[in-house]
């Protein structure tokens, strides 16, 4: 049988060092906002090639508290892709805000940057991309947008952990890079975590604030805040892992690549593009019969997923607000999409398996 994920699995590799960084946080007997994160927070802006990081509880967090930092009005406008994962519009509607859908480029599975100045009004505020699956969204074209209109950026990184578009890496386009180090990411803690990227002195000193009770001191509380930190022993297995995200994401774009040359043509692949170093925390294929291919697939022993069955607008939690909108594109992604094994727990033999069985559909 060849899982989709198997947790245990990935992290094997990591376990001795993992003990030993459990040893010493017990030993420091300092478990909240201490050296373990500072160091973590450290050395995740250096790999990202970014001024600041800080450590927050997840990945919804880290969207959350970015849009809280500017002092944005109820009803004000956040243009987020309409294909994206349920988080990053939860982020939008929880800060009172109103999300405004925008297709994306079948192409890429990104915000479609020729769909932007339509979809712009007098009320936006702010674009939050998503960097999906782990492809950049196009921001060579979206980040002039965004300056031409004097609009925020903030990047859902939670898929593109060290993905690059011309050898700059996601997190570092825009005001915000927000990630997520939920263990199935492609640097994944083991339970939640996150972080926000920003090379903004200012930014970086409000969301030290916001995440730990308005306070930077202790008992002293300068605005509303919330609770929302990364955890020493998090941030110890974190930084064992990050010393590995580069041979992750290579591992990963092996597997992507045996799929590439080896899948037949009736599958829909995803795009390749030399300027874009694609880190596929999801290596996705659409076909019409998505369904039968699943079942198939199933059956012979190998299992996938689908990201995502239902699209934002469809959820039955997301109906008042975008009540009678059509996405088509984001309806003909969620009927079709099929996700492969492509973890770094997979071999190239598990790979070739798959294709070999997918070939025979
Ligand atoms: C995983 C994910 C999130 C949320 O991260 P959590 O840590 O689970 O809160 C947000 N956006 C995208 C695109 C994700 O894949």
């Known amino acids: 049988m060849i899982e989709y994920e198997n947790l245990g699995q990935l992290n094997k590799p990591f376990a001795e060092e993992y003990r030993r960084q459990l040893d010493a946080v017990l030993e420091s007997g300092w478990f909240i906002l201490g050296a373990q994160v500072k160091e973590f927070e450290r050395s995740f802006a250096a790999y990202c090639g970014s001024q600041h990081c ?34 990053t519009v939860l982020s939008i509607i929880q ?13 890429t599975y990104n915000m479609n940057p020729a769909l932007i100045e339509s979809a712009i009004t007098k009320r936006t505020v702010a674009i939050m991309v998503v960097h999906l699956y782990g492809k950049c969204a196009a921001m060579d074209q979206i980040m002039p947008l965004a300056q ?34 939920y263990p199935t990411k492609n640097l994944g803690a083991l339970g939640d975590g996150g972080c926000l990227t920003t090379d903004s002195e200012v930014l970086q000193r409000k969301i030290a604030y916001l995440r730990n009770y308005g306070s930077d001191r202790k008992y002293y509380n300068e605005v509303i805040g919330v609770n929302s930190r990364l ?44 300027d874009y170093y694609d880190v596929f925390h999801i ?39 975008f009540q009678g909108a059509q996405f088509p594109l984001a ?16 071999t190239a033999d598990d790979v070739t398996r798959v294709i070999e069985l997918m070939n025979k559909f």
Do not use: W
Not at 331 to 346: F, K, Q, R
């Open 231 to 274: 955890d020493e022993l998090q941030a110890a297995f974190l930084r064992v892992k990050l010393r590995s995200l580069d041979k992750i994401n290579e591992h990963k774009r092996s597997l992507a690549a045996l799929y590439q040359q080896g899948l037949k043509s009736d599958f829909i692949k995803p795009v390749v593009h030399p």
């Open 148 to 181: 031409k209109h004097r609009l925020v950026m903030i990047e859902d990184c939670a898929q593109a952990h060290g993905a690059s578009l011309k050898g700059k890496k996601a997190g570092t386009f825009g005001d915000f890079g927000a990630f997520s180090f």
């Open 331 to 346: 309806e003909e992604i969620h009927l079709t999409t099929l996700s492969l094994p492509v973890s770094y727990m997979h």
């Open 95 to 107: 800060c009172g805000l109103t999300p405004v859908l925008v297709e994306p480029d079948l192409a």
């Open 54 to 87: 800080l450590g927050v509880a997840n990945g919804l967090d880290a969207l959350t508290l970015a849009l809280r930092s500017y002092s944005f009005q109820p009803g004000d406008e956040v243009l987020v892709p309409s294909n994206t994962y349920i988080a």
């Open 283 to 321: 290596y996705n294929i659409r076909h019409p019969r998505r369904d039968a291919l699943r079942e198939y697939l199933e059956k012979n022993g190998v299992k996938t997923e689908i990201h995502y069955p239902v699209p934002p607008h469809r959820q039955k939690a997301m109906l008042p607000y």
